[in-house]
């Protein structure tokens, strides 16, 4: 099926752009955002095997694979918090790289 193949290519199109987050020692990525994830992808992953969509099942245990090194590794530690780019400082030293200058 056409639409197995797709959706197969899909998934490692989207595996493949979390492999940075995973190799990245600083990524901070909350359980709430991974947790429901593998939900959805595990629901997924039933409903194409019952489909007979055997890629796209695949693709969907693998993505729920990579989701969980993600939930394991990436999850902030008791009492981190995911940094919020909004509210990051935008002083001249941080937008130097944090090497100050003399004025």
Do not use: C
Request: hydrophobic residues 45%.
């Amino acid at each position: 099926m056409w639409q197995d193949i797709v959706i197969l290519a899909g998934s490692i199109v989207a595996i493949a752009s979390l492999v940075p987050t995973l190799l990245d020692e600083n990524a901070s990525v909350p359980l709430s955002t991974s947790v429901p994830t593998l939900v959805v992808l595990s629901g997924q992953g039933v409903a194409f095997y019952s489909l007979d969509l055997v890629g796209s099942a695949v693709g969907a245990g693998a993505g729920f694979v990579i989701w969980s090194l993600i939930a394991y590794y990436k999850a902030p530690e008791d009492g981190e918090s995911v940094a919020d780019p909004a509210s990051e400082s935008t002083t001249p030293e941080r937008q130097n790289g944090g090497v100050p200058h003399a004025d």
